[in-house]
């Protein structure tokens, strides 16, 4: 039972959803150790959604609407911390949605397609086909999903896979609070935030935006710029924490 006057109850909740979706068999258990890095770079921003993120998130509202087959890629962690809210981004984006594990088992993917329809998901079906280019289980997709699609959200995601979509010719608009992390630089679109803030900011920008003002922002996207504005929050924060020091 955790205290609720504790200064960080909130956070402790979020563990303990975790821990719990670790024992329910959603959750691998290194996606505690990639909740644990998330949390430092999170700490780091202030625990909050900067004006930098803020701007990426209307852009991926932006890119999702404009694409011609968007697809969320949902994995254990996304799918512990966010489910709910990936119902809403779904209805508002159009986007499919396709479950794919890095620590893949058939156990898994059950069970986490199971918790998102819970929550109201359409979850893509089929038989996967090893159509990325990794040695891993990643490689494997849907053809109609992530294989056929112009553009992949993918929330905390590992980097190769991102790497190789790019490869592959996609879009990928990654939501990552590491903007040194492999998967938010080699994304199109890095969105430094935690996963539970940005969907559902993501969500509401797809709701006020038409489809020629999608098409029009997507083409200006520049992800260089929120990985270099993100870098500058982090240095700014850290420099003002050791004045108040003095
Ligand atoms: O469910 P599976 O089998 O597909 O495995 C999922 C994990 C997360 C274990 C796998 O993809 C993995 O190992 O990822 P990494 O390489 O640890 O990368 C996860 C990234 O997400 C790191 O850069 C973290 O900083 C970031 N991250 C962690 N928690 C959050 C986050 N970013 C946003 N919101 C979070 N809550």
Redesign the pocket.
Known sequence: MIPEDHPRYAALVVRERLADAMRAGI??P??L???G??EA?DYLLGERTTASAARAEIDAAAMLLAARRPVISV???TAA?SAHQLADLQEASGALVEVN????TEERMQRITALLEEHGVDVLAGAPERLIPLSHDRALCLPEGIGAADLVLVP????DRCAALRQMGKAVIA????PL?R?AQTATLPVID??RRAVPAIAAACRTMTPAEARERACGVDGKRYLREALAAIAARLEEMGHALE
């Open positions: 959750v691998a290194e996606g150790i990639a909740q890095r998330g770079f994995n254990g962690n911390l594990l890095f620590h893949r905390l995601e590992d980097g939501v990552d609070l590491n992390s998967t935690e996963v």
